[in-house]
């Protein structure tokens, strides 16, 4: 129990109870999904750079740089989890092995921590800001979204081990995410201003997305104590769900949020006389 400390709730589980079959084919599974949707949207990032103009294209480059991280992260997730758990024939389940690496979330939050001011900047090729000051958004976004995924980074290692310092550091990363959700939200209400309205229509689309889909990952985050430490998520299913929760949360604020920036990219391209090559 010793190699324990400071480990993710996933190490726990597969020391005290074991998975069972179905729960570790589910996230060996999901994590599976999980980065060939990547794949897949590489491809279409690639296919599709031409058909916006040459002033929106660096929203779909970072589209395709994002996919490119996650993929790999992701892909070694998964191998992570398939090296840590090994099978016992004669309980039924898998158990962390004795010289196993112990299971990762960290993998996830380099991720992010690539990916987050990526995502929050391509926007910013693609909507005309009215108001704000380009430079002054592009570092508001850099500094709250490096510093929400490093203090979250920091508390999931004390999810089991030390509950204070797990939410003290999940309130600070709390405080930068909300930052990010105001600078957003305001990006996008300057980015409706003047614009076709079937571009309106998206950029409303992607604000709920946004919403939506980051609220998903605090969410995760908790998993292990929405219903207390004893409490019915403290078990095989929660990881499941917690692994699923990472990955729909990923798929929809990375791949959809970059296929409806597509979108905007091309109605404006269109209505500005730009001709497919």
């Not at 929760?245 to 597509?262: M, P, R, W």
Request: charged share 15%; net charge neutral; glycine share 8%.
């Amino acid at each position: 129990m010793e190699k324990l400390v400071n480990a993710n709730f996933e190490n726990y589980i597969g020391t005290t109870q074991g998975y069972s079959e179905m729960a570790y084919q589910m996230v060996s599974h999901i994590l599976t999904l999980g980065y060939a949707v990547m794949l897949a949207g590489l491809l279409y990032f690639v296919l599709t750079l031409k058909t916006v103009s040459p002033k929106y294209r660096m929203s779909n480059i970072l589209s395709g740089v994002v996919m490119v991280s996650a993929f790999l992260l992701l892909y070694a997730q998964a191998g992570n989890w398939a090296d840590a758990f090994v099978f016992d024939a004669d309980s039924g389940r898998y158990f962390l092995g004795r010289d196993s690496d112990l299971f990762n979330n960290g993998y996830r939050y380099l991720n992010w921590l690539i990916d987050v001011p990526m995502l929050l900047f391509q926007i910013l090729f693609v909507v005309t800001l009215t108001k704000s000051d380009f430079t002054s958004v592009r570092n508001q976004f850099w500094f709250s979204g490096a510093l929400m995924i490093i203090t979250g980074y920091i508390g999931q290692f004390y999810e089991v081990s030390n509950l204070t310092k797990f939410f003290v550091w999940g309130g600070i990363s709390t405080v930068f995410f909300v930052h990010v959700l105001y600078v957003m939200r305001k990006v996008i209400a300057e980015g409706k201003e003047n614009i076709p309205p079937r571009a309106q229509k998206i950029l409303g689309q992607i604000w709920v997305l946004f919403l939506v889909s980051w609220m998903l990952y605090p969410g995760a985050y908790l998993m292990p104590h929405l219903l207390g430490v004893e409490g019915a998520l403290y078990n095989e299913s929660g990881v499941v769900g917690r692994q699923m929760t990472y990955t729909v949360a990923d798929v929809c604020s990375k791949v959809i949020y970059g296929v409806l920036l597509g979108q905007v990219a091309t109605i404006m391209s269109k209505a500005e006389g730009y001709a497919v090559e």
